[in-house]
């Protein structure tokens, strides 16, 4: 039997046997075409923009003909340009215009996609829809032929009901045409070529099919329900005692008769333990109408969310008639609460907690957006394991698997909407960034992980009229006030929002950071580390190759300014470095090396930095590291300017041993503190073992420490006994290559989708990485998985690094990588 065929009628056979809503992945058997705009024309030369970020982005009335929708439109006729080309089979998520590693200009350009579908006939009477997460970044959508609607954004989600459109009992086809080009009209709007990013292309999200009863909950971002839709979730009161989580659920009737049925609520805590129940007395809704259903359950001795011991439950949502059910919904949920006072700073749950962050990009190489949930997953268990408790989503909503991951994890997250240094009069402009917030908050709302939503449009400043506004819409999709507040840039002009961020001075020193603006608000300082070192040609940029010292530099760099941020705490409620991972922009053709960990996923000196500022105590909450740890950051194959070896530790003490010997031991720095000035912008003098009094721990500087080849190490101590070690030798001649998988707490999974990072380390006999190699390396893939990169890649600084997409069957994946002269690597990962 064929295959598709074989799954469509299984598909079937499931939805027949549906008592109520059975939303389920459709994310394959996918097929696309696409055309690319000329390469040599520009993302858009008629919009002349100033380069300096400082410049006012506001701009006269601008519109374009092709955002407007014809709903008479033949999808065959917008085919047919394309008719010389073949479908290619595709599983999502999926980028129409595939990039290399570094990016000379981005590809734009419309792409089509395609999928055919059963649907039985056993499912006519029930309400069938199609969930798109995201595609970018204008959608036109045909289904058998007719089409349906147009969805104008990238970053967030759209619903088509195809119930009335469905042949039932026989062959679907629904059609998305998809432009990824910049629109002056639709957020972002900026054109790609003068964008501190890239926009990138394709269906690059999840798609959903959902089947429900005419009796079901409503989808949030498919209603047009102010503080409404769906499920939400608000917390009145917490305490390690009790708490009070209210839910309000959104119901439709859109059946030909009167219905009777009952909103039942469980809270089932992390052993599926049901811990608290509520059921409604009998709800009576008319045909076609729809009605929000508030209830209120109480929690005794409740488990509270917390970056330090993020504790979720599942609430399931049920609408029950007798003893059928017609719709059940899980959502996860945790319950904690939030205060901000000038005096206190930030509370979580009533204990004081500082931020240490950073801000991501989405991005991977090769691939741009199109991560898989287990992809967005390990990025989050990265930045957690360098010991950030928050991270922006700069500049725009992403997945909501990486949401998912920050809930499990524990990290907080400013939920930014789409927005970067544009502004547009054409009330077109507008009204699509208050749709953007008003559809990020119902999308959103109910992961715990949620600390601020950033509803100003990044760095770009019309009237404050304006900014209010967009605070007035985000605090309409609120239900009350509490654990709510808004963020966003103010520099020097109200703006309404509960949390600004810091204003930016030139002349750097103590009021740098007092954000006069807002002097009753705390504050955030949202981004720091690069454009106060340089901007584009900041210290802190340095690529994972740049050696040892340009690491250091950058390490110190982020260390020095980290160490002033504490000092404005309370008011001040954290910081968060830009960023966590190198980037791509249509405004260079290079790579953007501010990351303290690269493109690839490997972290730089600077990691192991924040790494070490997390307690030396283990935390058996946290499904990621914690506890004492020790990095030495230093190559040890070359004598170092001023015999310096930087150690990481939250150690009370190091140790440092040279080829087993014991040369030194101390306690972490403590010096004076240094004014920002000229020399350091242009390299200074890093690491003089001051500069770090405001430190949880500060790094441990050596001095006068000779380079002898062979091993150093670090050990760890607290309260006088060893407690972790590190140790780095000098490499000695290129022998073999290693092969390593960069799983990140997530197993490679066979669903087709699912990329993972492989990395090919260039050793010495001993096993020592040989950090000055950048030789060009091969892998060859056997079984059932393919490459995104090339086949050959050349390493930087020692590590050459492949992208892995897993295919749909279970098993082994062998992998093996060779170069010239090395004795080849061998590696067995496992799909499961």
Known sequence: MNPKKFSLIILSFLFAHTVFAQRSLFNSGWQCKYVEYAANKSSDTSHKLGNNWKDQFLIEKINIVDSSFNKHVDVEKEL??????????????????????????????????????????????????????????????????????????????????????????????????????????????????KLDFIYYSGLYRNVWLRVSNPLHITNANAVDKQAGGGIFVTYPSVSKERATVDVQT??????????????????????????????????????????????????????????????????????????????????????????????????????????????????????????????????????????????????????????????????????????????????????????????????????????LWETSLNETYPPAEFRCKQNEVAKSEWIGMKNFFTSGDSYYTKACWDVPYDDWSDDWGPEKRNNTTYPEHNFLIREYGDYEFGGGNSTSRQLRGAGQNALLQQAWNLQWEHNKNLSALPRCIGDLTWAFYDGLAGVTDEIEAWGVSDLLRIPKFSFYFFQSQQPASVNKNLPTGSGPMVFIANYWKEKTDGDKVVVYSNCDEVALYANDKLIAKQAPDSGPETNYGSDLQAGGKPFDGGNCNHLKHPPFTFHHIPFMPGTLKAVGLIDGKAVTSYRISTPGEAAAIQLEINDCGKHFTADGADVVFVHAKVVDKEGNLCIDKSMPLTIKVSGDATLVSPETVNAEAGIATFLLRAGTHPGNVQLISGASGLKEGHLTVHAY
């Open 80 to 193: 047919q340009q394309l008719s010389n080309k073949k479908w290619q089979k595709v599983t999502l998520p999926h980028i129409a215009f595939p990039e290399p590693l570094v990016i000379t200009k981005p590809r734009e350009g419309i792409a089509y996609y395609k999928k055919d579908f059963f649907v039985s006939e056993k499912l006519r009477g029930k309400r069938l829809s199609i969930e798109f997460e995201g595609a970018m970044q204008i959608a036109d959508v045909w289904m058998n032929g007719k089409l349906v609607s147009q969805h104008q954004g990238g970053y967030l989600p759209f619903t088509i009901d195809i119930t009335e459109i469905a042949r039932y009992g026989g062959s679907n086809t629904i059609v998305l045409k998809l432009q990824n080009k910049s629109n002056p009209v639709v957020p972002p709007g900026k054109p790609v070529n």
């Open 250 to 451: 959104h119901v439709r009737n859109e059946g030909n008769a009167v219905a009777n049925f009952n909103v039942e609520q469980n809270l089932i805590d992390p052993t599926d333990h049901i811990v608290a129940s509520i059921k409604s007395d009998s709800k009576r809704l008319t045909a076609g109408a729809d009605k929000h259903y508030r209830q209120s359950i109480t929690v005794n001795r409740p488990l509270l969310w917390h970056p330090d011991h993020p504790y979720l439950y599942r609430l399931q949502t049920i609408i029950r008639k007798r003893n059928k059910i017609y719709d059940e919904k899980t959502t996860r949920l945790g319950i904690r609460s939030f205060e901000l006072s000038k005096d206190n700073g930030l509370l979580i749950n009533g204990e004081p907690f500082i931020i240490t962050g950073t801000n991501r990009h989405q991005n991977y190489p090769y691939i741009g957006n199109a991560l898989s949930d287990n992809a967005n997953y390990r990025d989050a268990y990265l930045i957690k394991s360098a010991g950030m408790n928050c991270v922006r989503t700069a500049h725009y909503p992403q997945a909501t698997a990486f949401l998912d991951a920050a809930d499990e994890l524990g990290i907080l997250i400013v939920d930014c909407i789409p927005g970067w240094q544009f502004f547009n009069k054409d009330p077109a402009f507008a009204k699509n960034v208050f749709s953007d917030i008003r559809q990020t908050i119902r999308r959103d709302r109910n992961h715990p992980s949620i600390l």
